[in-house]
T-cell receptor, first 108, second 117 residues
Framework: GIQVEQSPPDLILQEGANSTLRCNFS?????LQWFHQNPWGQLINLFY???GTKQNGRLSATTVATERYSLLYISSSQTTDSGVYFC??????????FGAGTQVVVTP | GAVVSQHPSRVICKSGTSVKIECRSL??????MFWYRQFPKQSLMLMAT?????????EQGVEKDKFLINHASLTLSTLTVTSAHPEDSSFYIC?????????????FGPGTRLTVL
């Protein structure tokens, strides 16, 4: 099946810092998505990005499908960015396969 | 935007009782809903795929008699944890796929934290 690997597993940032999260996947890209799970457990859709680059405020994502990886950029981090960031890919059965996540803590 | 609700948000029950969790798509129709389980500090694990008007499809290792799923309408799916035991304590999350969404995205509910004493 699809393997989705995320790095780093943990990240501690000072408020205002920038960071890059990485997602490697083993199969051809199919509906690669990024999610943020806030400290209360709610998953929020960030990007649907099978290829190319998208930006939404301080967040942006780039997927290089030919090299099977995606990057999520957080710029000028804020404490509200804390939580777990997941990437996920849809398999051939239409099911999301999640990576293990990157735990992000932004300190004031 | 697409909103998915779950009820209850948290529940504490005694061992041996059954607990029902509801998942609703509030502003869109969802022919397909998904149920996930998440242990602390871990990723989401898909339990089953729920299709409106038909039987749910369970992932390998998930007991269908233990976790009963019903998807009676285009906006409601329920997960019933039968004869709950402490090992069933977990965070349960549902998601729904928008029928009319051109991209194959899932929208997630806020989750239900189940504690079995």
């Amino acid at each position: 099946g699809i393997q989705v690997e995320q790095s780093p597993p943990d990240l501690i940032l000072q408020e205002g810092a920038n960071s890059t999260l990485r997602c490697n996947f083993s199969d051809s890209v199919n509906n690669l998505q990024w999610f943020h799970q806030n400290p209360w457990g709610q998953l929020i859709n960030l990007f649907y990005i099978p290829s190319g680059t998208k930006q939404n405020g301080r967040l942006s994502a780039t997927t290089v499908a030919t090299e099977r990886y995606s990057l999520l950029y957080i710029s000028s981090s804020q404490t509200t960015d804390s939580g777990v960031y997941f990437c996920a890919q849809t398999d051939s059965w239409g099911k999301l396969q999640f990576g293990a996540g990157t735990q992000v803590v932004v300190t004031p | 935007g697409a909103v998915v609700s779950q009820h209850p948000s948290r529940v504490i029950c005694k061992s041996g009782t059954s607990v029902k969790i509801e998942c609703r798509s509030l502003d869109f129709q969802a022919t397909t809903m998904f149920w996930y389980r998440q242990f602390p500090k871990q990723s989401l694990m898909l339990m089953a795929t729920s299709n409106e008007g038909s039987k749910a499809t369970y992932e390998q290792g998930v007991e269908k008699d233990k976790f009963l799923i019903n998807h009676a309408s285009l906006t409601l799916s329920t997960l019933t944890v039968t004869s709950a035991h402490p090992e069933d304590s977990s965070f349960y999350i549902c998601s729904a796929r928008d029928l009319w969404e051109p991209e194959d995205t899932q929208y997630f509910g806020p989750g239900t934290r189940l504690t079995v004493l």
